[in-house]
């Protein structure tokens, strides 16, 4: 253990600050907790570690579906063409939230004072994931990837493509229309999922089809809300989240998609450190992770334009 010297003798003493390493880590728990409750798309997709890996590009096989051939007899059997593809995923997003914490705060403040700090910790990072990985809905449907959504349907149809002033309120007949693009690609149906922002979800709750027992069934024993899941329409199970974009032209937009339609690749999870800063007689805690979005069907997954 280093050790520094006292003043005006030969003796040495430990102190705070060169022993900081041996201090129990107290945040990291209480962070990476907050970080899983704040979740919503992160839980919803596709998840590949890359942790303890070295490289900062992940290669994932796409291969091609193939089709059944008819056999005849005497006949030879009919090859699949290998038409396989990749996609790669660049692991270069590294988000960091950091606070100092002086001692005369952390002495006289309340307990619940590093409860908000580790709150908030969490509450910020996954806000930054779900962030990332909802503005991958740029690009769904050939969508050319601006917050033009392009390739938006207006939520009252499910059809019509959004020009930057013809949103609408979401409606049972777009939900069903999508739910139908999504089958006309052969988008598997378990696994679906639809992510809208606050705004629909007043318009939701008069939508028969959402609300009815009949239809919507028991959710967790009681429907209860958990991750931003408030039901299910269709089979399809339902989540709110605040990280919902704004489109030009003010439009509010959803999504509908697929697990397989986005990935998230994490080479360090949520990571918290701590060090004394003796100039500073505080000490600074920094929670980070480092982690990489990419889409990966682009036909399994319709964004959805919405009034705000």
Same mark, same amino acid.
């Given at each position: 253990?280093? /050790?520094?010297?006292?003043?005006?003798?030969?003796?040495?003493?430990? *102190?705070?600050?060169?022993?900081? %390493?041996?201090?129990?880590?107290?945040?990291?728990?209480?962070?990476?907790?907050?970080?899983?409750?704040?979740?919503?798309?992160?839980?919803?997709?596709?998840?590949?570690?890359?942790?303890?890996?070295?490289?900062?590009?992940?290669?994932?096989?796409?291969?091609?579906?193939?089709?059944?051939?008819?056999?005849? #007899?005497?006949?030879?059997?009919?090859?699949?063409?290998?038409?396989?593809?990749?996609?790669?995923?660049?692991?270069?997003?590294?988000?960091?939230?950091?606070?100092?914490?002086?001692?005369?705060?952390?002495?006289? #403040?309340?307990?619940?004072?590093?409860?908000?700090? /580790?709150?908030?910790?969490?509450?910020?990072?996954?806000?930054?994931?779900?962030?990332?990985?909802?503005?991958?809905?740029?690009?769904?449907?050939?969508?050319?990837? /601006?917050?033009?959504?392009?390739?938006?349907?207006?939520?009252?149809?499910?059809?019509?493509?959004? /020009?930057?002033?013809?949103?609408? #309120?979401?409606?049972? #007949?777009?939900?069903?229309?999508?739910?139908?693009?999504?089958?006309?690609?052969?988008?598997?149906?378990?696994?679906?999922?639809?992510?809208?922002?606050?705004?629909?979800?007043?318009?939701?709750?008069?939508?028969?089809?959402?609300?009815?027992?009949?239809? %919507?069934?028991?959710?967790?024993?009681?429907?209860?809300?958990?991750?931003?899941?408030?039901?299910? %329409?269709?089979?399809?199970?339902?989540?709110?989240?605040?990280?919902?974009?704004?489109? *030009?032209?003010?439009?509010?937009?959803?999504?509908?998609?697929?697990?397989?339609?986005?990935?998230?690749?994490?080479?360090?999870?949520?990571?918290?450190?701590?060090?004394?800063?003796?100039?500073?007689?505080?000490?600074?805690?920094?929670?980070?992770?480092?982690?990489?979005?990419?889409?990966?069907?682009?036909?399994?997954?319709?964004?959805?334009?919405?009034?705000?």
């Amino acid at each position: 253990m280093a /050790t520094a010297a006292y003043p005006g003798s030969g003796t040495t003493v430990v *102190t705070k600050a060169n022993a900081g %390493v041996f201090i129990p880590e107290l945040w990291s728990d209480e962070i990476i907790a907050a970080y899983k409750q704040n979740l919503v798309m992160a839980n919803l997709v596709s998840k590949m570690s890359f942790k303890g890996k070295k490289g900062d590009t992940l290669h994932i096989p796409k291969p091609t579906r193939g089709a059944a051939a008819l056999k005849a #007899a005497s006949t030879q059997v009919t090859l699949q063409a290998a038409t396989e593809s990749e996609v790669q995923v660049l692991v270069n997003k590294h988000y960091e939230y950091s606070r100092l914490i002086e001692d005369i705060t952390e002495t006289q #403040a309340l307990a619940s004072l590093r409860k908000f700090y /580790t709150g908030d910790a969490g509450y910020a990072l996954a806000k930054q994931v779900d962030t990332d990985l909802i503005q991958l809905g740029r690009g769904a449907q050939g969508g050319n990837g /601006t917050i033009a959504y392009d390739k938006a349907v207006i939520a009252s149809d499910g059809s019509t493509l959004y /020009t930057g002033a013809n949103e609408a #309120a979401i409606t049972d #007949a777009g939900i069903r229309k999508v739910i139908q693009t999504l089958d006309d690609a052969d988008v598997p149906m378990d696994g679906r999922c639809l992510v809208l922002p606050p705004v629909a979800r007043n318009v939701m709750m008069g939508l028969a089809r959402f609300t009815e027992q009949a239809f %919507v069934g028991e959710v967790g024993g009681g429907n209860t809300i958990r991750n931003g899941q408030i039901g299910n %329409v269709y089979g399809v199970m339902v989540y709110v989240s605040t990280n919902c974009e704004t489109a *030009t032209g003010d439009a509010r937009i959803g999504m509908m998609f697929h697990k397989d339609a986005f990935v998230l690749a994490e080479q360090l999870g949520v990571r918290s450190q701590t060090q004394y800063k003796q100039e500073y007689l505080g000490t600074l805690f920094t929670s980070d992770m480092l982690y990489g979005v990419k889409e990966l069907r682009d036909e399994a997954a319709v964004a959805i334009a919405m009034a705000a």
